[in-house]
């Protein structure tokens, strides 16, 4: 069936340094969506990817979308405390677009 | 204006059991979809519904159901909880129908605890 798959699952890093997460899927997306769960809460929504190539930026983050809408990434600059959670991105199923398939997410911890 | 809540937030049942949990969405979203969280993995879509039908359904036993009332409101029923079920639920409302195209608001979710 469709994955979307999520690298890395943990990610260590200091304070100030740059953080990367890559999520592929093994089918086409329409669309792309990102999200963010700090530990104990519930995920947030970041922002929603539709066009092939796109970039769109939000502050010190940075979400790409392929050319081929298979694969997307989010960075982040200078990482702060504040960035630590469970960044999730998820796709709509190819066989039914109103549901949502997740990655697993990769776990960000920062190193103050 | 407020959020996505879920009640209760906590909860510990035994094996057997049966367990209702309800989620009120952000006023006038009419689209309230459930999802079931684990460690081992991620996020589970249980179903949608959308002005009081379910749109949408994930790959989850009968002993999982919903329904949806006319003020949007929803409830999740899970029958006969294993201890497999124990897991944070989580309610989720977006103005449109179809999550796969529509931003998802999150309620805090409620932990299951299955003994």
């Known amino acids: 069936g469709q994955q979307v798959m999520q690298i890395p699952q943990y990610q260590h890093v200091q304070e100030g340094e740059d953080f990367t997460t890559y999520c592929n899927s093994s089918?086409?997306?329409?669309?792309i969506q990102w999200y963010k769960q700090r530990p104990g809460g519930h995920p947030v929504f970041l922002i929603q990817?539709?066009?092939s190539g796109e970039v769109k930026k939000q502050k010190r983050l940075t979400f790409q979308f392929g050319e081929a809408k298979k694969n997307s990434s989010l960075h982040i600059t200078a990482t702060q405390t504040t960035d630590v959670g469970t960044y999730f991105c998820?796709?709509?199923?190819?066989?039914?677009?109103?549901?949502?398939?997740w990655g697993l997410g990769t776990s960000l911890a920062v190193n103050p | 204006k407020a959020g996505v809540t879920q009640t209760p937030r906590y909860l510990i049942k035994t094996r057997g059991q049966q367990v209702t949990l309800s989620c009120s969405p952000i006023?006038?979203?009419?689209?309230v979809s459930w999802y079931q969280q684990t460690p081992g993995q991620g996020l589970q879509f249980l179903f949608e519904?959308?002005?009081?039908?379910?749109?949408n359904k994930g790959n989850f036993p009968g002993r999982f159901s919903g329904r949806q009332f006319s003020n949007s409101r929803s409830e999740m029923n899970v029958s006969t909880l294993e201890l497999g079920d124990s897991a944070l639920y989580l309610c989720?409302?977006?103005?449109?129908?179809?999550?796969?195209?529509?931003?998802?608001?999150f309620g805090p979710g409620t932990r299951l605890t299955v003994l």
């Open positions: 989720a409302s977006s103005l449109l129908a179809g999550g796969g195209y529509n931003e998802q608001f």
């Open positions: 006023s006038g979203h009419r689209s």
């Open positions: 519904y959308f002005s009081e039908t379910q749109r």
């Open positions: 089918t086409t997306l329409s669309n």
């Open positions: 990817l539709v066009k």
């Open positions: 998820a796709g709509p199923n190819a066989g039914n677009n109103r549901k949502l398939i």
